[in-house]
């Protein structure tokens, strides 16, 4: 039996996430910490998220399931239609409650239920994004003592979502896009 993952990252991302995931997911090593990411996507498609990303990471890519443990090394993506929550257990949950900021899945609804488990070892990222989602979700991250990045709105495709998250997370870290990665590499050393 694995050891209960202490440490994880959660990653919200809307309108340009997927070039801006590809700056960052890469760049983490195999053993990283485990990783989960909301990027909004029409709840009437397939995603193709993990098999895109599988490809470019060094880390296992996955979509999301019902009841799976957040394991180290894996990157998990929400699958459309579906909230993604990180139960107390350190196992995922997959609900299809209200959408949240017109958005199922929700970045807040992620981030704050794995700062209800992770605490001060979670680390939220926003990244670019057209709404307001996921900035009421870092508030949730750093308020359990854990570590809010955000990347810098001027090398946002959409600055509205990294905005609303720097005026509720003055205390954030705001970087560049290129530098994210490192940022989670140095916490992780």
């Not at 009421?136 to 946002?156: D, H, K, N, W």
Request: with cysteine.
């Amino acid at each position: 039996m694995s050891m209960l993952p202490r440490k994880a990252v959660v990653i919200g991302a809307s309108a340009g996430g997927v070039e801006a995931l590809s700056a960052v997911l890469p760049h983490l090593p195999a053993d990283h910490c485990a990783v989960l990411v909301v990027i909004h996507l029409p709840s009437n498609r397939h995603s193709v998220l993990a098999d895109l990303f599988s490809d470019k990471c060094r880390m296992k890519v996955v979509e999301a399931e019902d009841k799976a443990p957040i394991d180290a090394g894996t990157i998990y993506f929400a699958p459309p239609d579906y909230h993604l929550m990180v139960e107390p257990d350190f196992t995922i949950a997959l609900s299809n409650e209200a959408p949240v900021w017109f958005s199922r899945p929700s970045i807040d609804v992620l981030f704050e239920t794995a700062a209800d488990a992770y605490g001060p070892g979670l680390t939220g990222v926003i990244l670019t994004g057209a709404n307001e989602d996921g900035a009421g979700g870092l508030r949730a991250v750093m308020a359990q003592g854990g570590r809010g990045l955000i990347q810098s709105p001027e090398t946002a495709y959409a600055r509205l979502m990294p905005e609303t998250a720097q005026s509720l997370c003055p205390k954030a870290l705001v970087r560049p896009l290129d530098q994210l990665a490192d940022e989670l590499l140095a916490e992780a050393a």
